[in-house]
Structure formats: structure tokens, C-alpha cells
């Protein structure tokens, strides 16, 4: 994949990333099928057999999902080089690509994952450690999935890497299904919106963290 393709792929993308996910914070919100099916069947006043997982999005984050090498001659810091995304004054000459491909991969689908809150499907403990990488978990769907790991300044959730791969091939089983996803605002106390929420359970049986 040439420069020129590259440079237009991350910069649609993190105009999309600042759109739908900066300073964020996202709640997903899963469970194992049966176990819910058992409880919604059972007419439960509240579906307690949900787990919750925040993640927050930093501009800091939006590099490592992009798989790109910065060349420190040209672009400071994760933040600059997002920063030049947004502005559109990214050059061939501020990042180089992975040897090993893994690039390439993450860019083929980092559009579509800019859209993680609508398209994450499942979610499950990540168990593809490589000798290079390490997340803790993982949501997506069966075409790509995104990682995420807890920052140790902060403490929060974070994504640091993209995967090309069915989320079942690289989580723990069995996975669970994510049935709704809520966001707001980073300083914001309560989440007030619904990304998305399955069909099959109502959404004031979900008692949110």
C-alpha cells in the first residue's frame, strides 16, 4: 500500500474518530445469550445476569490503531500526529509502516471500526497474545475487532490496537454478546446515549454501573 493511500484512509478516519469517538466514554454492555434469553423469559424486573465494560477515548489513542510507526524528526507525539490528521498536513515523510504487514491490515479496517459503537457485536477476553501484543479485551464482530487495555496513569480502559480477525478467533469462549451500547461525554456523570440496544430486552431492564 502506497503513501498516498495511506495518508487518505487515516485522515478520513480520524475526522470520523473525532466525530464519534474523542473524549468519550462508551459503555458495553454483554452476557451470554442463554443466561439472558433465561431472564427476559422469566419477565425479570431488571436483567442481572449483564456485565458492563467502560473504555475511553483519548486523542492519544487514534495512533495505535492505525499500526504506524512515527518518525520523531517530524511529529512529536501520538497527539500531534493526530492532531496533523485532522488538519490534513500529514507527509509521507512523518511515519513509516510495519514490516510485518500488520499495518496494512489495521488500516483495511480502520474506517469500519470508527463506527465501533453501532458494529461491535460480541465481546470477550483477548487470548491472541503474540510476542507483540497484549490486550485484555476485545470487542468487534466476525470481520475486525478492537483491543483495549487498562492505562496504568489513569486507570480507564483504553484501545490500543486494531485486528483483522473474527473476534471469535482471538477471544476467550464463550463470547459474549454485546445487547447495548451507551455513550457521553467525558466529564459527564451519566450516560444519557444509546448507541444501540438489541431487540430482544427492554432498555429500562438494564441497570446501568
Known amino acids: 500500500m502506497d503513501k498516498k493511500r495511506v495518508i487518505s484512509i487515516i485522515t478520513k478516519a480520524a475526522k470520523s474518530y473525532h466525530e464519534n469517538l474523542e473524549d468519550q466514554k ?49 511529529v512529536s507525539s501520538a497527539i500531534n500526529f493526530y492532531s496533523k490528521c485532522l488538519a490534513g498536513r500529514l507527509s509521507e515523510d512523518d511515519f513509516v509502516l510495519s514490516k510485518d504487514g500488520s499495518t496494512v491490515q489495521k488500516l483495511e479496517v480502520l474506517a469500519d471500526m470508527m463506527n465501533i459503537k453501532k458494529s461491535a457485536s460480541m465481546i470477550g477476553d483477548f487470548t491472541d497474545a503474540g510476542p507483540k501484543l497484549y490486550s485484555e ?28 480477525k473474527d473476534i471469535r478467533a482471538v477471544s476467550s469462549k464463550p463470547q459474549k454478546k454485546i445487547y447495548a451500547v451507551f455513550s457521553k461525554g467525558y466529564s459527564e456523570e451519566k450516560y444519557t446515549t444509546i448507541e444501540k440496544c438489541d431487540k430482544s430486552i427492554e432498555i429500562g431492564k438494564i441497570q446501568l454501573p
Open 26 to 74: 462508551v459503555l458495553f454492555v454483554y452476557g451470554v445469550p442463554s443466561e439472558v434469553k433465561k431472564q427476559v423469559e422469566q419477565n425479570a424486573d431488571v436483567i442481572s445476569c449483564l456485565e458492563f465494560y467502560e473504555v475511553v477515548f483519548h486523542r492519544s489513542n487514534f495512533l495505535h490503531l492505525t499500526g504506524l510507526k512515527l518518525n520523531k524528526k517530524k
Open 137 to 164: 479485551k476485545i470487542a468487534g464482530n466476525i470481520y475486525a475487532c478492537m483491543g483495549f487495555v487498562c492505562d496504568k496513569y489513569s486507570n480507564l480502559n483504553v484501545p490500543n490496537t486494531l485486528l483483522k
